[in-house]
């Protein structure tokens, strides 16, 4: 755990969980979701990828598909776990391709502009 994230909670008011380790997601690059004001991007809500919702963010300007070895980028596939932007998961919402959320590990500031109630309607059952 970094010092980044060791105050964090989630939105439903505990310590934030690990989003991703495999592939390695977050503003900090450690796995989790954590809020910074320097993400202009506001990377804390942690979600479930799915083919749908990553063909729609490719479309609209933003490819997690392909790989960016520069950056020490994998790609996304369907499955995985990552940080996205706030703003682009609204987006999605409002366009009906919005990907699941992991709770446990989505940043309590999205509460700010995502209700608890709406959150849950997206919420990834852990199996």
């Avoid at 970094?2 to 380790?21: F, M, R, Y």
């Avoid at 980028?73 to 999605?92: S, T, Y």
């Avoid at 366009?95 to 709770?103: C, N, Q, R, S």
Wanted: hydrophobic share 35%; with cysteine.
């Amino acid at each position: 755990m970094t010092k980044n994230n060791q105050n964090q909670l989630n939105v439903l008011g505990e310590k934030i969980e690990i989003c991703s380790c495999a592939p390695m997601t977050g503003w900090f690059r450690d796995g989790f979701c954590n809020y910074d004001k320097n993400d202009g991007g506001n990377h804390s809500i942690c979600c479930v990828m799915d083919d749908n919702f990553l063909k729609y963010s490719k479309s609209q300007g933003n490819d997690l598909i392909t790989p960016m070895p520069i950056y020490s980028f994998p790609g996304l596939k369907d499955g995985d776990h990552w940080c996205i932007c706030l703003d682009r998961w609204k987006q999605a919402l409002l366009d009906g391709l919005a990907p699941k959320v992991i709770l446990e590990s989505t940043n309590i500031v999205v509460l700010e502009s995502v209700p608890l109630e709406k959150l849950k309607e997206y919420q990834f059952n852990k199996k």
